[in-house]
């Protein structure tokens, strides 16, 4: 197989697992942060869904479509867990940016 398939296989492996950690990662973040009190339920969803899903989609493709492997015959568990750890290291540093108190109304 061509390594330039291979590397876009996995970058948009890559993309599809930013997506997920994207998701579940907004979920919470907004579920915490957020103040609404009408639909907060409806604003979780719509976040995780159409911002930090897609946002972590896209940084999780280009992180991995930018780090070549090493050698040609990296297996795709290691460049799957490669993509995996910069999407989730970019989502801990998101996690890490919360204000500690509550926000002021």
Do not use: C
């Not at 291979?6 to 907004?30: C, D, E, K, M, P």
């Not at 897609?54 to 479509?65: D, E, H, K, R, Y």
């Not at 568990?77 to 996690?95: H, Y």
Request: no cysteine; glycine share 10%.
């Amino acid at each position: 197989m061509h390594p330039e398939v291979t590397t876009l296989g996995l970058s948009i492996l890559g993309g599809i697992a930013g997506y997920v950690v994207g998701l579940f990662g907004g979920t919470v973040l907004i579920s915490i942060v957020s103040s609404n009190t009408h639909d907060k339920s409806m604003e979780v969803v719509m976040t995780g869904f159409f911002v930090t899903g897609p946002l972590m989609a896209v940084i999780g493709f280009v992180s991995t479509l930018i780090m070549p492997p090493r050698n040609i015959e990296m297996t795709i568990r290691g460049r799957v867990k490669q993509a995996l750890v910069v999407v989730l290291a970019v989502s801990w540093r998101q996690l890490a940016l919360l204000p500690t108190s509550p926000l002021p109304l």
